[in-house]
């Protein structure tokens, strides 16, 4: 039947097919594509919007099974009739996202192909699709971009683009598309978004709406920065505003907008309505349900409006009992110290804590806010945005040891090594050259008080807080060294500042989750593990993956970490953290707090426990942090008080039947640099805790002087030419540097990154941002 080789014919010919057997071959193959497309079309059905309506409870578990709270959108759904939703809403999507809605067959072949060629290379698929497509994807229970999925939505959007009328299509696709905020379908948006029906949306509050459809994450003008640093409330509104007036625009282009209604519609962008709490999400219960929602989509390839539509069970690490801890110590602490109604000052106060396992990663309590029902949708426990001041100066310690300064030759350096710690200290490079400000002046680094320390140890410098040791120590170590060290510990890279010699003091803004996981770090002698909330995520009854527990990681050298403890012990038994001396048992920890008093952190750790708290003031109407200076009734307030008392408060609870674990012994570590810089081989002083109270002076708030931003910067660990003591050329007119209380922060000096290797450095630039879980958290 196939003559193929040709018998009859010889040489080259006889492998040339005949056109015979070509338009056969060609007329099967067209006819076998036929068959296939007819049995796929037949073996489709048309979508059901009431099908996809179906959605259930999602289920959240306490560690020790109980449940938390259920919560799905099964009541925030409703589906209504075309004629139920405004002309202005049908022509504002289809301006948006399909012009040629009532001319096309309902397929965008252009569109699969890059989506079939895209899947093939290995990437994800493209956007583009018409709405009836977009109808069908919506309801279409499988998610999956699988090229089999494509075809069979391929099929289905051609036969409902032959079946069904375009009405019934445009009615199906707003019933069963995603607004956000749990929203499915245009009716259940407009209760969300404005507090009415459908029928009564504006043709302006249409354009808010058709605007969600391009991703409710980045435009829902409430912000949606727990899920994303990015979507910030500011840029959300930003973009949301932008895109309802382009909107507008091309509906009245389209002739679906009069001149008059156009005018009337952008004469004012129509603000929706906040969030509201849903049923069960109140107290803590809402952060740690938010919390644990991220970690769920970070960690796997369910999307949030698949995770919305419910029937997920989800187990996680949260401590019912711990969570009420904490909860109740802030409430104590907060009742004792802060009054609004007496102290307009005292208004806007927030705080924020996580407690984590150390050599575990699991988040065992954290603390949101004053939850949903009262106005408060922000996580400040897994947030970005409130720099942690001098809570970050063991990370620069723990650098130093481990890598050394630039003239260490790579050997550590001890705690024990002095750096200067007077006030008004001109930074210095490796050079000796001093870091100037952007008008060339001479940049100099202030304490909060004009205390003449002198050469003090690193030790010391850390149990008073005194900035101008660790910021010329971070350039001598090299800050790409204090860096890496602080990332390697738990520290989100999309949270670091400048690398600039303020990093040193702590201008990042990791969340309070991140602290406590990095501080975690020490207390498990420099084992680390991400911070997790989620243990097993079920559908259907079936274990999704990818919810192990995080592996452990060695991050610092034993030893280094173990000294690290060691000197943050001696900041509770004789320093800026001495009020945590109440817990009663072995414990370290630091103080932190920012320039201009605007935040201020302890962050401390046991053996079982690491725990982190924040305190700050924030404009509710731009999220600008507010100066705590006459805060609760005092002239500033520090890391080492009301955080301090809320740790305390809440690890005393925490422990309570607990055995007291030391930590393992510090041995002593790196040279001991004296005044001159002449490196000792051996310590000469054990490393333990000071017997008794130093008497050294408190440090007092002070006023930040405003400076101009100084250009990158080394250190000043000697005194050559005295310019380190504040003589000589240092009585220069240069800007001034002012820490706040127990070190504090300065945002001012300019992009810089000092590497560590003996007279040189190197421009870098680092931004701010970050998620819990894999990304913010």
Sequence with gaps: MIDYPRAEKYGWRRWVPSWKLTSGLFIGFVGSLVAMVGVGYAMVSIPNENDAAKSQNNVYYWADGKQMVATGTGVNRQNVSIDQIPEAMQWAVISAENKSFYQDSGVDPMGIARAVVN???GGQTQGGSTITQQYVKNTYLSQQQTLTRKFKEMFISIKVGTKLKKKQIL???????????????????????????????????????????????????????????????????????????WILEQMHNDHHLTD?????????????????????????????????????L?????????????????????????????????????????????????????????????????????????????????????????????????????????????????????????????????????????????????????????????????RKAMEQSVNTPFVQLG?????????????????????????????????????????????????????????????????????????????????????????????????IQNGTGQNAKALGRTAAGKTGT????????????????STSVAMFRENPKDHELLSMNGTAGVPSIHGGDIPTSVWTEYMRAALRGQNDLPFPDATPIGNVEDEAGAPSPTPSVTITP???????????????????????????????????????????TGGTDTGGTDGGTVPTPTPTDTTGTAGTTRGNGNGNGGIFGGQNG
């Design 260 to 296: 008059a209604q156009y005018v009337t519609a952008t004469k004012k962008y129509p603000v929706p309505q906040g969030r509201k709490a849903t049923k069960g999400m109140t107290g803590q219960i809402s952060y740690l349900v938010d919390t644990a929602k991220k970690y769920v």
């Design 690 to 732: 000071s017997p008794t109270p130093s008497t050294s002076p408190s440090p007092t708030p002070s006023v930040t002087a405003t400076s101009p931003s100084p250009s990158a910067s080394d250190t000043c660990q000697w005194s050559w030419g005295n310019d380190c003591n504040g003589n000589g050329n240092s009585n220069g």
């Design 475 to 571: 350039v001598d170590v090299g800050l790409t060294h204090v860096r890496d060290v602080a990332q390697r510990s738990g520290i989100l890279k999309d949270s670091f500042s400048t690398l600039n010699p303020s990093f040193a003091i702590g201008t990042s803004t990791p969340s309070a989750i991140r602290m406590a996981d990095a501080y975690a770090t020490f207390a498990a002698s420099g084992k680390h593990a991400d911070p997790y909330s989620v243990t097993e995520v079920k559908k259907d009854g079936v274990d999704l993956q990818g919810f192990s527990k995080p592996q452990v990681t060695p991050a610092i050298p034993a030893n280094v970490a173990n000294n690290v403890t060691d000197v943050l012990q001696n900041v």
């Design 119 to 121: 899947m093939a290379r």
């Design 298 to 458: 970070a960690h796997s390839d369910i999307t949030e409006a698949q995770f919305d539509q419910g029937g997920y069970q989800i187990k996680t690490t949260f401590d019912k009992k711990k969570v009420n801890e904490l909860t109740a110590a802030v409430k104590k602490i907060q009742k004792q110290r802060i009054d609004p109604k007496r102290r307009d000052l005292d208004k806007y106060v927030q705080f924020g804590a996580a407690s984590v396992k150390p050599e575990n990663g699991a988040i065992v309590a954290l603390y949101g806010g004053d939850g949903y029902e009262n106005g408060h949708f922000t996580n400040n426990a897994d947030t970005s945005g409130v720099p942690v001041g001098s809570t970050w100066k063991p990370f620069v310690l723990a650098a130093a040891m481990e890598y050394g300064t630039y003239k260490s030759d790579g050997q550590g350096i001890s705690p024990l090594s002095k750096y200067n710690g007077n006030d008004h200290l001109k930074v210095t490079r490796p050079d000796g050259s001093p870091f100037l400000n952007k008008d060339n002046s001479v940049f100099f680094q202030n304490n909060e008080s004009h205390y003449k320390w002198g050469y003090i140890s690193l």
């Design 594 to 609: 920012t320039d201009s008093n605007k935040s201020a952190w302890f962050v401390g750790y046991t053996r079982q426990l």
């Design 171 to 245: 009615q199906g696709y707003l019933n069963t598309s995603y607004f956000g905020r749990g929203a499915y379908g245009i009716q259940a948006a407009a209760q969300t978004y404005y507090g009415k029906n459908a029928v009564d949306l504006t043709p302006s509050q249409c354009a808010v709406l058709a605007a969600l459809l391009k991703g409710p994450t980045y435009f829902d003008p409430a912000g949606n920065a727990d899920l994303d640093p990015t979507a910030t409330q500011k840029a959300n509104t930003q973009r949301s505003q932008e895109r309802w007036k």
